[in-house]
């Protein structure tokens, strides 16, 4: 019998769970769509002491407001925590309706404010535009901590997969900006390097489910404008890009064993922590990309979710 290295607890949600290969500009639009409605059959609770509000902040010089779902505890201090969430799906799909459960939860449980971005999208838009969409909502949301009763001083990015990405990138421009002072970066299992499955080969076992090298090259190159892995890519648009990393706040970086982004979420955290970063690493064994989002119940999406949410929590705590 041949050997099946995904956990027996996620092996079941692959016979449904949509995936991203042979993801090309033909495909786009009903990947777009798949990937939402996929979403939607996920059971969760519905966190009704979350207020939820969607509106738009001024985006960039010379670009379109950027809109924005803000998610605040119906019951809550002043002064508390926020959180800038970047959503999931590539740099080419998703919106933040794709993490709206886990915001909804990380507010509910954390007592904080979460400002979750709507970011463009490539192709359409390509670099630099969705990054500096979400440099936009951080200055945002810095400059509005009084009307949002958030503390300055707490200010906090994450996101997860293309949005893990974008938040390195945001790190490493509000370190270089110095406009914003960021607390912490939560990147769950977050797309770094764009050479990853086009110049630089990870283990076969990783990237076989739903985000495949295929997918990550066409994503790449959408949002780059130019094939992966050319030279003179930006650390702004990849952050494995980056020659220095001094400087960054602390991190935590999780990630399923069986990821396209194993090596490279790796690789980064070994990076941070080499130059003094405070950096926590999680990895899931037998999981592949975004397990937890589609199969929350599982013990070992709880065991990654209490990591990371302990993270913040302690984060913030400081």
Partial sequence: ??????????????????????????????????????????????????????????????????????????????????????HSGGIVSGTPEVDDARCRNLVNELGIVIVSVDYRLAPEAPYPAAIEDCYAVLKWTHANADKLSVDRARIAIGGDSAGGGLTACLALMARDRAEVPVCFQLLIYPMLDDRTGTTVMSSPELGKYIWTRSANHYAWNAYLGQAPGSAGVSEYAAAFRAADLHGLPPAYIGVGSLDLFLDEDLEYAKRLMAVGVPTEVCVIPGAYHVFDVFIPEAPLSKTFKNSYFSALKRAFAK
């Fill in 1 to 86: 019998m041949p050997h099946n290295p995904v956990t027996p607890e996620f092996r079941a949600a692959l016979k449904v769970l949509p995936s991203f290969d042979g993801l090309c500009d033909q495909t786009l639009r009903q990947t777009r769509e798949a990937f939402i409605a996929a979403i939607r059959t996920v059971e969760v609770p519905s966190y009704t002491d979350v207020d939820v509000e969607t509106r738009t902040v001024p985006g960039p010089v010379g670009a379109p407001q950027v809109p924005v779902v803000i998610y605040t505890p119906r019951e809550r201090d002043e002064n508390i925590p926020v959180l800038v969430y970047i």
